[in-house]
């Protein structure tokens, strides 16, 4: 009997074994909730506990590879922004208004040149006859002067050779008169109080014109930059897009085979059927901003059509580190930046030209001299149809003192200018201050959420293979499930985001400091 039992104890314990496995996964079925529409579908027959579940294969949604392209022979954020400063019509804009100030500097140089004038003249004149002059009598004399004798020594003349003579003469009248004159006048006291003044309020203009065409050239380059990252982003957006396509198809596998078993209703089969829906208008919608962002950039950059653009540098990388604090910057961006320093050559220009105004104020000292070829000369009498040359020199002051008020309101309109731009600079340098401050800040904020995304997407992808799996596993719900892929997709944007974010602020932090403008050339 004891051998009866000892042989029969292990097939005993098997069956036993066996049954209560059975019974357990009868019971687990049982006290499954039932799903709201967890209906088989018609002629389908329930699946045995234990049984396999059909396996029903999602389509693999394909990764554009031309968004992912990457070539090292393509285009870098420096050379959009080299090519966005250079092509920059904001910036032609300002060499045109440069081309202006020089030209203003050629006009106040001349001032200081004499004021040389030519004059060539023809008169014809009215005939008339000139009234006789007549009466006069001329005492002549018949004595001959002793040779060798100076005329204060000659003997005193004989009356016994003395005869009166009388006669009538008229000057002669030509009434075709000629004239050539050439003069020089040099404003001996607008050297000093006029022309020198307009001269150097010229010469800070054209300077200010010069940071300004810098300047704009250093935002298009800067915005160039900007827009290159952003076109990355849009590129890297599709991918992520393809991705979330790919997991909401594969939520549809899942649910679809879910269901076939009975472990899942038809509600989620439907759910995830609008999800993928979603996607594939997420993943259309991504395209056409990537296309935008492109074309932002080629817009940036002047780029023909025909050229075709392929980023030259990936978001792989990890940015350079920025060490530094808000005062050293503040004080760095104050003094490299062009907007400050074109205010304060706009501000003196404005000064110089108030100090020329005020030479109305005083009497002007001129030299002249002028040189005069005519025929008849005016200075020849009497007159005789000859070339004649004369010439005079002289000196001239003059004061106008109905000018003085006049020339007080011009100074005083220039000096409100200049107290003007001087207010707006004040304006300009607290804007910079604060854009230091938020570009700073940028950074900082993008490097910590570089590394807060990364265990975030970390997270994010274990949670959504986990809970896959349990739905899978008929342990999970649909919606948990729905939740952790909105969470894997929300956390792959967040990584790209800050990594995008992370280049961009360091292109704000460059332009705030006046760092980019070391490159651009004050033509």
């Known amino acids: 009997m004891r051998t009866f039992i000892r042989s029969t104890l292990p097939f005993s314990t098997a069956v036993f074994g066996g ?150 003469f008229s000057f002669p009248i030509f009434l075709d008169q000629w004239s050539l004159q050439a003069g020089i006048t040099i404003p001996i006291s607008d050297y000093f109080l006029r022309v020198n003044q307009n001269y150097t309020a010229a010469t800070h203009a054209e300077t200010a014109a010069r940071f300004d065409v810098a300047s704009a050239r250093a935002k298009s380059s800067a915005d160039g930059r900007v827009a290159f990252y952003n076109w990355l982003r849009a590129r890297n957006q599709v991918v992520v897009a393809v991705l979330a396509l790919q997991d909401q198809r594969n939520h549809l596998t899942d649910a679809t085979n879910q269901f076939t078993v009975g472990n899942a209703s038809r509600a989620d089969v439907l759910r995830a059927e609008t999800n993928v829906a979603s996607a594939e208008l997420t993943v259309e919608q991504a395209k056409n901003a990537a296309d935008l962002n492109e074309k932002q950039v080629r817009v940036a950059i002047h780029a023909k059509e025909d050229e075709r653009l392929v980023p030259g540098e990936g978001l792989d990388s990890t940015p350079p580190p920025v060490a530094g604090n808000i005062k050293a910057f503040t004080d760095e961006a104050l003094a490299a930046r062009f907007e400050v320093k074109s205010a304060d050559a706009n501000a003196e220009a404005a000064r110089k030209n108030a100090k020329a105004q005020r030479a109305g104020n005083y009497p002007s000292l001129s030299a002249f001299g002028n040189a005069y070829y005519q025929n008849p000369n005016q200075r020849i009498v009497p007159a005789t149809d000859q070339w004649r040359a004369t010439w005079d020199l002289g000196a001239q002051l003059t004061w106008t003192p109905t000018d003085i008020p006049l020339a007080g309101a011009n100074a005083s309109s220039f000096e409100a200018q200049a107290a003007q731009i001087e207010a707006q600079k004040q304006v300009t340098r607290d804007g910079i201050e604060v854009e230091v401050l938020q570009s700073y800040q940028q950074v900082k904020e993008a490097d910590f959420s570089m590394e807060s995304t990364k265990r975030q997407l970390a997270s994010a992808t274990e949670a959504y293979r986990v809970a896959r799996e349990l739905f899978n596993a008929g342990r999970g719900t649909s919606t948990t499930l729905t939740d952790a892929e909105t969470e894997l997709t929300r956390a792959r944007l967040a990584e790209l985001n800050a990594r995008v974010d992370a280049r961009i602020a360091r292109v704000r932090l460059e332009h705030a400091l006046g760092r980019d403008t070391k490159n651009v050339k004050i033509q």
């Open 19 to 168: 049954m209560m496995f059975l019974a357990t996964g009868a019971w687990a079925q049982a006290a499954r909730p039932p799903q709201p529409g967890a209906t088989p579908p018609a002629g389908a027959q329930a699946p045995k506990p234990g049984a396999a579940t059909p396996a029903v294969t999602a389509p693999t949604e394909r990764i554009p590879t031309e968004l992912t392209e990457f070539s090292p022979s393509g285009v870098t954020s420096d050379q959009v922004g080299q090519r966005a400063a250079a092509t920059s019509f904001q910036a032609k804009a300002q060499m045109e208004a440069l081309n202006a100030a020089q030209a203003k500097v050629d006009a106040a140089w001349a001032g200081f040149l004499p004021k040389i004038t030519g004059t060539a003249r023809y008169t014809r004149l009215s005939n008339l006859t000139p009234p006789p002059f007549g009466g006069f009598n001329i005492v002549g004399t018949k004595q001959q002067p002793v040779p060798g004798v100076r005329p204060e020594d000659q003997p005193p003349v004989d009356p016994a050779s003395t005869y009166p003579t009388a006669f009538n």
